[in-house]
């Protein structure tokens, strides 16, 4: 491939635009304009990026106020280290200031100074990240100090410089996936250092880790980005309660077809992650990640489901399974009638969820106090009476409730 001939061609139009734009708040700004990263990785390749990322060497304020006017637009998020994100029709632009990273110490976060264009480079995950393309001042130019364009034509994933995973340990995570993705296969030397390097992982902060783990859920093909977590030992060693490799793949291969295009992708990764905790072990899961109230009582119900498959599976009265199932959370229960292997208790839960949840009585709680004259404290009491009748069966109609009530009125209050 010819990576510098016509590069401006590579673009679609809809780039081109925003490139356009971008380029003229520069010119306004007189500040230098790059395209880095991805993108340009992406365009060397031929594959199509939906994110352009952008940096600065120069007053970035003054460019975002140009480029704010131009586009009609503002940022939808920014921080302190003068980063911006945009949205705009498709894309997500970023724009960051070229700067300098120095780590005080492994997997804290850097300390940033405004720096080079190079600089910049220089403190990237992997060589195939770390080429720029110049956009302004014309012509286009690409600036490759690392021989990141040889490494792309090579297809292959390699770290910058000997104490990389040491500085920020999430790059052993950014590995895996770029290599999954992009199928490109890991250095030799870079693999020898994600080895030795690998304990470092532990200096990271549990919000740090689950972050990374969660950018796996926002790649195309998330069943094999996952199932890369099995290398290195990785889960073993990010916590020793996960799942064996061979657990963890089991549970992967048991939600592949389903589950990962319908429900909350970040739920069924921790549900996998926790699989084979018991309860003292899960709740220290839950501190650790400091998970939300709602999915830690997801996760608290389903291992307890999980505890009570072959018993539920064997329940016969459909009303004492549905009243055992209102106790948990509904998500809880979908994810069990997934997990398990056991039939019968995935019919119990299906017809549940699309049955025996949805039932209510046929008349209404003032309707039922006038047909039988009843305080309205005990008016729960009847409701669920009716509910468990209409569950087994034994109501089928208006009229057969209204034999049902004055038969259980009589039993119950007279
Ligand atoms: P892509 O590389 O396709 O943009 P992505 O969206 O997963 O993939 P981001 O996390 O947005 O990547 O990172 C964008 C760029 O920032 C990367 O290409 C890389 O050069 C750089 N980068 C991100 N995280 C790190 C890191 N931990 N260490 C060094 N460089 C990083």
Redesign the pocket.
């Known amino acids: 491939m010819n990576l510098h001939k016509d590069i401006k061609s590579k673009f679609n139009s809809d780039e081109q635009e925003l490139l356009n734009y971008a380029e003229l708040a520069a010119k306004k700004s007189y500040v230098k304009l790059y395209l ?4 340009v ?2 365009l060397l390749l031929g594959n199509v ?1 939906h ?1 352009l ?1 952008l940096l600065i060497e120069g007053e970035i304020d003054l460019f975002i106020a140009e480029f704010n006017k131009i586009t009609h637009s503002e940022p939808i998020r920014s921080s302190q280290f003068k980063t911006f994100k945009y949205k705009i029709n498709d894309y997500e632009i ?1 724009i960051a200031l070229a700067r300098t ?1 120095i780590y005080q110490f492994p997997g804290s976060l850097p300390d940033i100074t405004p720096g080079s264009i190079t600089k910049d480079l220089y ?4 060589t195939i ?2 080429i720029a393309l110049q956009i302004f001042p014309k012509p286009y130019k690409i600036i490759d100090p690392i021989n990141g364009i040889e490494e792309v034509r090579n297809k292959i994933i390699k770290i910058i410089h000997e104490k ?1 995973f040491q ?2 340990p ?2 052993i995570f ?1 590995a895996l ?2 290599s999954t ?1 992009l199928n490109f296969p890991i250095d030799k030397n870079t693999s020898t250092l994600i080895n030795r390097d690998i304990n470092y992982l532990n200096t990271l902060s549990a919000k740090r880790i689950i972050n990374e783990l969660f ?1 796996y859920l ?1 790649e195309k093909d998330i069943y094999k980005s996952l199932s890369s977590l099995t290398k290195y030992d990785l889960l073993h060693i990010i916590d020793r309660n996960f799942p064996t490799n061979e657990n963890f793949v089991k549970h992967l291969n048991i939600f592949k077809e389903q589950i990962f295009s319908i429900t909350d992708k970040e739920l069924i990764l921790l549900a996998i992650l926790s699989s084979t905790m018991n309860t003292n072990k899960l709740n220290n899961f839950i501190s650790r990640f400091s998970l939300s109230k709602r999915i830690s009582r997801i996760l608290i119900d389903l291992n307890k489901i999980n505890k009570k498959i072959s018993y539920i599976s064997f329940m016969k009265r459909p009303s004492s399974i549905a009243n055992l199932f209102d106790k948990y959370d509904v998500e809880a229960l979908r994810i069990a009638s997934i997990v398990t292997g056991n039939k019968k208790f995935t019919e119990h839960i299906n017809n549940y969820l699309n049955i025996w949840a949805k039932i209510k009585p046929y008349n209404n709680g003032d309707e039922i106090i006038e047909m039988i004259s009843i305080d309205k404290t005990k008016l729960s009491l009847i409701i669920e009476k009716l509910r468990n009748a209409q569950i087994n069966g034994k109501i089928n109609s208006k009229s057969d409730e209204k034999i049902f009530l004055e038969k259980l009125n009589k039993q119950l209050f007279k």
């Open positions: 880095v990263g991805g993108p990785r992406d990026s994110d990322d970023d990273e403190r990237r995950d992997f990240n770390a990389s500085d920020d999430t790059r950014r996936r770029y993705r950018k926002t």
